[in-house]
């Protein structure tokens, strides 16, 4: 089903005039608040008798205007002090503040897209939307479940359900709140993350889905981040949910879980490092046919004992399809870059290559030689134990390694061609965390 906006886009010219010509001044000022007319099929709420309807897609799919439309539906009437079905409605995001700044007064938010008669008056100390026939809108924050107890709605609105840290607290609450009305309903939008919540609602009879990519509503995004995320997300599976709006779940037995991987990425940066490895992975065979040469920067906080330090991973400087000179000036940039304290180097394949390749390029740089004794599965469990621990942070979206990461079991590589970046992550985490962790011996207590 396409919308009347894209219909009269791909109408010849006369059709286009005549509906310019012939409609009233009273409709050509209505027509931009028209929703149905301008929406993608993605942003429209499914026919029939449905308790939630999930609007799950990529970064910049339309989601919110989605769900601020079906607030203006649910709670406006024929004129603008005519009642509308719903009259109290609950908007419900990860914090007060995104609520506030996206839903309600964001681009897409719920102000924007009101016609200026219909337009609701926020009242700040109330936290509070109240619309020109009494219906309201409470904000509330998925940090405080609690605060659902107690209110009552015949409708919500619900944003990025799946990436709240109380997500499954917050909507159970919220279900013991839904009471008013003949048939509460409630609107999620949301990028799709492999999180119990989540998945469970998809997989009741009571909900119905939508969903699009990002490209869905490229008329409306710089051609510029198009082009940027997918060139360096690609088919990588952070680009399957943050792009493609899919739904990525964890492969069985992997080392590191999605789960594990955002709370990576969720752990507060310190204001420095005691340490910094720079580690190389690097690629056997002709430059044009060999596998990436893995290099990760990483660097460790070292407070207490090696058991609790807590390790940070900087930046993925991986490289492939150049020659040794090109990947050992990658490793040389990287060291210089972060100014870091060693490089360290797994010399199983040309051992004598890879040292004369990063002196010749960076004759004083410490470097490490090291030297794979076990499989990579074995050398990856124990860092993975790190991330279990929470004692590994991300300090960015590292896409293509955390594409591999998610692939890592103990059987082996699920993916294809050779987890260069993984390796070189181990390689790391190991220097900077694990070899001291196994060295360290607790001080002897003399007893007096």
């Known amino acids: 089903m396409r919308s009347g906006a894209a219909w009269l886009a791909s109408a010849g010219a006369a059709v286009q005039e005549k ?14 608040y028209l929703f149905e007319f301008w929406a993608m099929e993605h942003q429209l709420p499914p026919d029939g008798d449905w308790r939630t309807w999930v609007v799950m897609g990529g970064r910049g799919a339309g989601k919110t205007r989605a769900g601020a439309e079906w607030v203006r539906a649910c709670v406006e009437g024929a004129k603008p002090l005519d009642a509308g079905r719903c009259k109290r409605v609950a908007l419900i995001g990860e914090t007060m503040d995104q609520v506030r700044e996206v839903m309600v007064f964001g681009d897409s938010g719920i102000l924007a897209c009101s016609p200026p008669d ?21 904000v509330y924050s998925a940090h405080d479940p609690e605060g659902l107890r107690g209110p009552q709605f015949d409708a919500a609105w619900v944003d990025e359900l799946a990436k709240w840290k109380k997500a499954r607290e917050t909507w159970d609450m919220l279900q013991f709140a839904l009471r008013l009305g003949s048939h509460p309903q409630v609107c999620v939008t949301t990028t799709p993350r492999n999180v119990g919540v989540l998945k469970e609602l998809l997989e009741l009879d009571s909900t119905v889905v939508t969903h699009a990519r990002t490209e869905a509503n490229r008329a409306n995004l710089a051609k510029s981040f198009l082009e940027e995320v997918r060139a360096r997300y690609g088919a990588t599976r952070l680009a399957r949910q943050e792009l493609d709006g899919v739904m990525v779940t964890d492969v069985d037995g992997a080392f590191w879980t999605q789960e594990m991987l955002e709370r990576a990425r969720l752990m507060p940066k310190p204001d420095g490092y005691d340490r910094i490895v720079v580690a190389v992975d690097p690629p056997a065979g002709d430059a044009g046919t060999a596998d990436a040469c893995g290099i990760v920067v990483a660097g460790v906080l070292c407070e207490g004992p090696p058991q609790s330090w807590r390790a940070w991973v900087l930046e993925d400087a991986t490289v492939q399809g150049v020659s040794p000179t090109g990947w050992a000036e990658a490793a040389v940039s990287a060291f210089t ?9 797994e010399v199983n394949q040309g051992g004598a290559m890879v040292e004369a390749m990063l002196r010749q390029v960076g004759p004083n740089v410490p470097l490490r030689k090291v030297h794979a004794t076990r499989g990579k599965s074995a050398r990856a469990e124990p860092v993975a134990g790190l991330y279990e621990q929470g004692r590994v942070g991300h300090a960015g979206l590292f896409g293509a390694l955390e594409e591999e990461m998610g692939l890592m079991t103990a059987h082996g590589f699920e993916g294809q061609g050779s987890p260069d970046r993984v390796d070189a ?11 001291p962790m196994s060295s360290w011996k607790r001080p002897q207590v003399r007893m007096l």
């Open 337 to 345: 870059r972060w100014k870091a304290d060693r490089i360290v180097a």
């Open 19 to 32: 509906f310019l010509t012939e409609i009233t001044e009273g409709e050509s000022l209505a027509l931009p």
């Open 425 to 435: 992550l181990v390689w790391a985490l190991t220097e900077l965390v694990t070899e």
């Open 118 to 138: 219909r337009r609701p008056e926020w009242q700040a100390t109330r936290r509070c939307l109240v619309w020109p026939n009494g219906a309201e809108a409470m």
